[in-house]
């Protein structure tokens, strides 16, 4: 903002949205996201993550069993009704005390609700050695996938943010590729750390076998709960704190260590401006996916338009009848084909949510760094010379 003063007040000439809102880099951000860089590597990482999950169900690897018929499994064999006719354990006092909260995380969208679902596996007591192994294959190649896509696209949305030259769809994912080990390895250190931290549990837990060790752990319980806190940190630190991690390896070039001492350091000391940050990106997903749910169904359905003029109204009643799977036209390879591309159309359109996820993220970060270290939004590093 630029002002003069004169004798009676001072006259504001420009306002920089910039210095005045510098949230607003998440509508640039989700502008981004349109980029075609940006949807093709969505694409590429949502069909090389349903390649592994796929892989994990012909091996007969568990899958997430987190929602069923909408609601969320209860951990332990003792439970309270709420009055209501949920039921409340002793472990998650959220559901009893803030129900609102939980009804709000069973209205997510069906790939978030089920990812959640996924992330909260291998966390709940009660899950069986199999359901931990496949959730964690699974978990451990979604993050794989999404160390190399995700790093390419907060490469691409990093730069295009500062206006310097950005990386086309070969560029983000080569450097995706060089980058990938980083991003994979700062989550990697963080549940070795969780894992390290819960060996006085599980020894405790040995003792809990008897009847004796069970009485024991009771006594000493709210030492185990303060240990826990801990835990807590960590667990949440890493679920939430990924895509900052990614980010920042995707904009500063950074390694493991770097990225999970910023990502701890922004989500903890600027939680509300966090979930600040995800409000918004929530509001402006509505309409950008509209925006592109628009583009989507006006692109398949001028393109059969414009057919049409060709074909005739006879011809293009039976060809639409046959991409609907009536008639005898659903057999033709034409048809078939036809088809095929409009699936392509509909899963580019599916996977644009990830674009917006990853690029949304990356101006998360570059707002968080502003607010805890107070470096400028429009400092990137950038590439080395011969890279």
Not at 90 to 112: C, E, I, K, N, Q
Not at 119 to 134: D, K, M, N
Not at 200 to 208: D, E, N
């Amino acid at each position: 903002m630029t002002t003069s003063p004169n004798p009676s007040g001072t006259i504001v000439h420009e306002i920089r949205w910039s210095d005045a809102l510098p949230w607003w880099l998440l509508f640039r951000a989700a502008a981004a996201a349109f980029s075609p860089t940006v949807i093709l590597l969505a694409a590429l990482g949502a069909v090389a993550t349903w390649a592994g999950w796929s892989a994990c169900n012909q091996l007969g690897l568990a899958g997430a069993t987190g929602f069923v018929d909408g609601a969320a499994p209860v951990d332990g064999g003792l439970v309270l009704p709420d009055g209501q006719g949920n039921v409340v354990t002793p472990l998650a006092p959220s559901r009893g005390a803030t129900p609102w909260l939980h009804d709000l995380v069973l209205r997510l969208p069906r790939p978030l609700a089920e990812l959640v679902a996924m992330v909260s596996v291998p966390f709940r007591p009660s899950a069986t050695s199999h359901q931990l192994l496949g959730a964690a294959a699974r978990l451990a190649w979604f993050v794989l996938v999404w160390s190399i896509f995700g790093t390419g696209i907060t490469r691409h949305v990093a730069l295009k943010l500062v206006g310097e030259e950005a990386p086309g769809p070969v560029g983000a994912t080569l450097y995706g590729s060089r980058k990938w080990l980083p991003a994979f390895n700062a989550a990697l250190f963080v549940l070795v750390g969780i894992l390290a931290l819960s060996i006085p549990g599980a020894l405790l837990g040995l003792a809990m076998r008897t009847e004796l060790g069970l009485a024991f752990a009771g006594a000493v319980w709210p030492l185990v709960l303060l240990g826990a806190v801990v835990l807590a940190i960590l667990a949440i630190g890493v679920v939430a704190g990924w895509p900052l991690m990614v980010a920042a390896v995707g904009v500063e070039r950074g390694d493991s260590f770097q990225a999970i001492s910023t990502s701890f350091s922004y989500l903890y000391q600027r939680p509300l401006h966090y979930a600040f940050y995800a409000l918004v990106a929530l509001a402006v997903a509505v309409p950008a996916i509209a925006v592109a749910s628009l583009f989507a169904d006006a692109t398949g359905t001028l393109a059969m338009w414009a057919a049409s003029f060709g074909m005739g109204h006879e011809r293009t009643a039976a060809v639409l009848d046959g991409l609907s799977g009536v008639g005898g036209e659903a057999s033709r390879f034409g048809v078939k084909a036809i088809a095929f591309w409009s699936r392509g159309l509909a899963h580019l359109l599916s996977s644009f949510g990830w674009g917006y996820f990853w690029a949304i993220a990356t101006a998360a970060y570059m707002l968080l760094r502003q607010d805890v270290d107070g470096t400028e939004l429009d400092e990137v590093v950038i590439d080395e010379p011969g890279e």
